[in-house]
């Protein structure tokens, strides 16, 4: 079991206040790009808590987009998250976050996130 605080909470100086207890977050993200039909379409997405994509509407002569979030509201001690994108030849797209990802104090436990990108020939991302 641990607590997290955040560090510029006033109320955060007395007793600690509990944003998450339990077990450890494990979550991934797997997104693919393929190209059909001469667009770029989203072709595999794979999600696990708290790790979720939000998926725009682009106009045809725009890039994929993909919004990046984690659903849990920041990271803790033991928090694993992963991501993996993969653009096909030819593709194109946008992957962002919709905010800065917010790291809480930990009591000893590291929280660590991976990222995977792959891009074939003459693909484009924009990170």
């Known amino acids: ?22 077990v450890p977050m494990d979550g991934k993200l797997g997104l693919g790009f393929a190209l059909r039909g ?5 072709a ?11 998926l725009p509407y682009t106009d045809r002569e725009e890039p994929a987009q993909a919004v990046l979030v984690n659903i849990a509201g920041g990271l803790v001690g033991g928090d694993r ?17 919709q905010a ?3 790291v809480y104090r930990s009591g000893g436990r590291e929280a660590r996130i991976d990222t ?3 891009a074939g020939a003459d693909a484009w991302l924009e990170w």
């Open 38 to 42: 001469g667009e770029t379409e989203l």
């Open 44 to 54: 595999r997405l794979d999600q696990r808590a708290p790790c979720r994509a939000f």
């Open 116 to 118: 995977r990108i792959e």
């Open 100 to 102: 800065a990802e917010k």
């Open 81 to 97: 998250l992963s991501t993996e994108i993969a653009l096909a030849a030819g593709t194109s797209a946008v992957v962002t976050t």
């Open 1 to 22: 079991m641990f607590d997290a605080i955040s560090p510029s909470d006033p109320a955060a100086a007395g007793a600690p206040s509990t944003v998450r207890s339990g």
